[in-house]
């Protein structure tokens, strides 16, 4: 069975830290997904990408956070200067078209 | 901003009862996706209901979407203790990046 892979599984980093959280998607899916879950909350919707671009994101998705796709593979998702309620899980996601989604397990951030 | 309301959102019950989740919004959805959830881990697809009106057999559960494709229901026929976990309901809209609104969940314990 086909997987989302995504690396670290655990990352503790200070505040005002960058961090890089990384992700290989299903081989033959065209969009990409980064969801986040606060311990206790729902998931939410971050942004969504598609064709290189990013077609949605959500109002979380501010001028800290950004993705990319460098080698048509991995699917990255980049937070320039770390805050405390930036802590959570944070899920990538792939699939084929509006469904058939597939998650990975998730980074647990740490933000101290 | 698009709501799912799931319900209930916990539910203990004895191994061979039936039960059945609710998911609701006042929004339409072009699909509607529903996931099992264990602690720590990303959501894991159990089926996607596309038409409005349909229903869809896994084993001993049944999905159905809304006619309006606002609202569907998960039901579950005796329950088994491997059931037990946190069930998610996530709307999809086709035309905002593939974004998934997700529901509360809705945690079941099923006790032998």
């Known amino acids: 069975e086909p997987e989302v892979t995504q690396t670290p599984s655990h990352q503790v980093t200070q505040m005002g830290q960058e961090v890089i959280l990384r992700c290989v998607p299903i081989s033959n899916h065209l969009y990409f997904y980064w969801y986040r879950q606060i311990l206790g909350q729902k998931v939410e919707f971050l942004v969504s990408f598609y064709n290189n671009e990013i077609s949605e994101k959500s109002e979380i998705f501010d001028d800290q956070f950004s993705v990319e796709r460098p080698d048509g593979s991995n699917f990255t998702l980049k937070i320039r200067s770390t805050k405390l309620e930036d802590s959570a899980m944070y899920f990538c996601?792939?699939?084929?078209?509006?469904?058939?989604?597939?998650f990975g397990s998730g980074t647990r951030l740490t933000v101290v | 901003t698009q709501l799912l309301e799931q319900s209930p959102q916990f539910l203990s019950i004895q191994e061979g009862e039936n039960l059945t989740v609710y998911c609701n919004s006042s929004s339409v959805f072009s699909s509607l996706q529903w996931y099992r959830q264990e602690p720590g881990e990303g959501p894991v697809l159990l089926v996607t209901v596309v038409t409005g009106g349909e229903v869809k057999k896994l084993k001993r559960l049944t999905f159905q979407f809304g006619d309006a494709r606002k609202d569907s229901s998960l039901h579950i026929t005796a329950a088994q203790p491997g059931d037990t976990g946190l069930y998610l309901c996530?709307?999809?809209?086709?035309?905002?990046?593939?974004?998934?609104?997700f529901g509360g969940g809705t945690r079941l314990m099923v006790k032998p």
């Open positions: 996601a792939s699939s084929e078209r509006d469904h058939g989604y597939t």
């Open positions: 996530a709307g999809a809209r086709k035309y905002a990046g593939n974004m998934l609104t």
